[in-house]
């Protein structure tokens, strides 16, 4: 009888043990999702007109539009934690948060992440004609971030290869994106070229920022360009030159 009542206690404790581990889990979920959406929630635009956050039931609206056109077309974006599954409207593109790896398009862009230190998440570029910072010339020349071309003539084969996991894009540019569509991989404008003042071009790096999971970076750097802008009386503060 011994023998009964210690299988059954044992059983007992056991079903407790994966109930509890159970509560853990869901509510260490929660709390990752929390903690994510308040990260990103600490991005404060001053400036830039391109781009916006909105707050929803465990995740964020990356909204995205031609700062320069009212009317003009307006991008959304459902940006989710990487490993965590909320629900999400079925209607807008998923960015999964922080990315890993990306494809830059413009010096502006690529600027962004040099500024930020996140030249390891630069896996693509369009071209080097303008390429002059050395840890990225290093990159291109081991391999590590590779060419993909130019807008209107992408080698796809190139982009699958690295497989990266979204592409900064300029829509209003030449563009040729339709073909990159069929291979899955994210589209994100990044509009900071159109910003009406030097403040707001600068302010895109919080988006990078932002999509990179580095938001306390990005608020720093740019703190940084807001000073020197100030004290410089706004000569030439947020230049791209040397990227």
Known sequence: MNVVRFFYLL??????????????????GEQTVKEKVDTVSRIHIKYAKGFWLEERDGYMVLN???????????????LVPRGVKVQTPGNMPVVQLPV???????????????????????????????????????RVEEGKTLR????????NEVIMSINPDLMLISPFKRGGYDAVKDIGVPLVPHL?????????????????GILLGMEDVANREFDRIEQF???????????SRGV
């Open 229 to 239: 802008f100030e004290s410089d009386g706004g000569r030439g503060a947020t230049s």
């Open 11 to 28: 059983c007992f404790c056991s079903v407790l043990f994966c109930c509890k581990s159970t509560s853990r889990k869901q509510s260490s």
């Open 148 to 155: 993909i071309g130019i807008e209107g003539n992408f080698d």
């Open 192 to 208: 900071g070229y159109k910003e009406m003042t030097p403040l707001g071009q600068a302010e895109w790096i919080k988006f990078v």
């Open 64 to 78: 995205i539009k031609d700062p320069q056109e009212s009317s003009h077309t307006h991008y959304q974006y459902v």
């Open 100 to 138: 890993r790896s990306a494809v830059c398009m413009t010096s502006l862009q690529l600027s962004n992440f040099i500024k930020l230190e996140a030249m390891d998440r630069v896996v693509g570029i369009t071209s080097t004609r303008f390429l002059f910072n050395p840890e990225m010339q290093k």
